[in-house]
């Protein structure tokens, strides 16, 4: 969804002028191509520096909200949909449905059960290939632990009658927060429950005092996500 490179907040200008000449160094003539570049990334540093032929093109369109609780997102919807939110809740409520922040150190088993449920809650479906590829699978669930540690990521499980139904990961950034993928069974849809509502609900209950400022609903602009009342933020691409 955003493609970015690394640079330390305590030395930026020194750090994007090395890393500039470094990247120019290594291309010769072969072309760098960031795709996804959200409007405020640290490569913007190096595009600004760069010497030699460079071009900006459009990226793909993201939405995104305030980094607001639950509560707050939902008061600023137009009454009627913000009556269906709230009934919404109330179901899940009624189910039973359970949520649970893991423990950094069960957070690569429990990315593991995300990809087994994201697997089948696709199945039949146009899943995205990488989603189901070993090496994917293999570097998340690697990853997770020390992200979750880190506080750069968050991953939630969710329980109906005991059993794990849906898992989510969420990443954090010091700007960012969005929920990154998700497994949800499909017994979840069968007892009529809105999945996209309990997603963005665990999402939103990491904002506040010290979180990110901005809520990402990620690239894509489906007909579900505009009826948070997002606003609209192109991406880049950069040659």
């Not at 005991?162 to 069974?185: C, K, P």
């Not at 499909?186 to 007892?191: F, G, H, I, S, V």
């Not at 309990?198 to 990491?206: G, P, S, T, W």
Request: aromatic residues 4%.
């Amino acid at each position: 969804d955003y493609a970015d490179v690394l640079i330390d907040d305590r030395r930026p200008g020194p750090a994007a002028d090395a890393l500039t000449g470094a990247l120019a160094e290594a291309a010769r003539t072969a072309l760098i191509d960031l795709p996804e570049v959200r409007p405020g990334s640290a490569v913007e540093q190096v595009y600004d520096r760069w010497d030699g032929p460079r071009h900006r093109a459009p990226g793909s369109l993201c939405l995104e909200l305030p980094a607001l609780p639950l509560d707050g997102l939902v008061a600023r919807l137009p009454s009627a949909r913000a009556q269906r939110v709230r009934a919404q809740l109330r179901r899940l409520r009624a189910l039973g449905v359970e949520r649970r922040v893991v423990r950094p150190e069960e957070a690569g088993a429990a990315v593991r059960r995300l990809l087994a449920l994201h697997r089948l809650q696709w199945q039949g479906r146009g899943v995205t290939p990488e989603h189901l590829r070993t090496r994917f699978h293999e570097h998340l669930a690697r990853a997770a632990g020390p992200m979750a540690r880190a506080g750069e990521a968050v991953v939630t499980e969710f329980r109906l009658d005991g059993e794990v139904v849906a898992v989510d990961l969420t990443l954090r950034s010091g700007s960012l927060l969005g929920g990154y993928l998700y497994g949800a069974h499909p017994l979840l849809r069968e007892r009529k429950a809105d999945v996209a509502v309990m997603l963005l609900e665990a999402c939103a209950a990491h904002t506040g005092d010290g979180a990110p400022d901005t809520l990402s609903l990620l690239r894509g602009d489906e007909p579900y996500k505009h009826r948070w009342r997002p606003r609209p933020v192109a991406n880049e691409r950069l040659l």
